[in-house]
C-alpha cells in the first residue's frame, strides 16, 4: 500500500520560509519523478515543482529563485524549502509521484498523491 504524507505547512508572513515535507512508504522514491503541486481557492490544481529520479529539477516560473526541490534518499523524503514566501504561495500543497519525468505538469499523469498540507501566507 502506497502512502505519501506531506507534513510543514503552516501560517507565515509574507518574505518568511518554510520547509514541506513529503514521505513516502510502499514505493521507493529515488525510483520516481516527484513533484510538488499546489491548489489555491477557486483554482486548478497547479504544477510548482519537480525532482527526477536523477535529481534534475524543474520549475515554474512564480517560484524560481525562491523554492527549492530535494530528495533525501535515505529517508525516502522529498522537500520543497519555500523562500520569500508571498500571499499568492497560498494554498494547499501536494506532493505526488509517478515513475518518469516527463510531462511534469500534467495532473493526470501522476499515480500516487499525499492528502495535502495548508500553507497560509499573510500580507
Known amino acids: 500500500h502506497v502512502q505519501l504524507v506531506e507534513s510543514g505547512g503552516g501560517l507565515v508572513q509574507a518574505g518568511g520560509s518554510l520547509r514541506l515535507s513529503c514521505a513516502a512508504s510502499?514505493?521507493?522514491?529515488?525510483?520516481?519523478?516527484v513533484a510538488w503541486f499546489r491548489q489555491a481557492p477557486g483554482k486548478e490544481r497547479e504544477f510548482v515543482a519537480g525532482?527526477?529520479?536523477?535529481?534534475?529539477?524543474y520549475y515554474r516560473d512564480s517560484v524560481k529563485g525562491r523554492f527549492t526541490i530535494s530528495r533525501d534518499k535515505a529517508k525516502n523524503t522529498v522537500y520543497l524549502q519555500m523562500n520569500a514566501l508571498k500571499p499568492e504561495d497560498t494554498a494547499v500543497y501536494y506532493c505526488?509521484?509517478?515513475?518518469?519525468?516527463?510531462?511534469?505538469?500534467?495532473?493526470?499523469?501522476?499515480?500516487?498523491w499525499g492528502q495535502g498540507t495548508l500553507v497560509t501566507v499573510s500580507s
Open positions: 505526488a509521484a509517478k515513475k518518469y519525468f516527463t510531462n511534469v505538469r500534467q495532473t493526470s499523469l501522476y499515480d500516487y
Open positions: 525532482i527526477s529520479w536523477s535529481d534534475a529539477t
Open positions: 510502499g514505493l521507493t522514491f529515488s525510483s520516481y519523478a
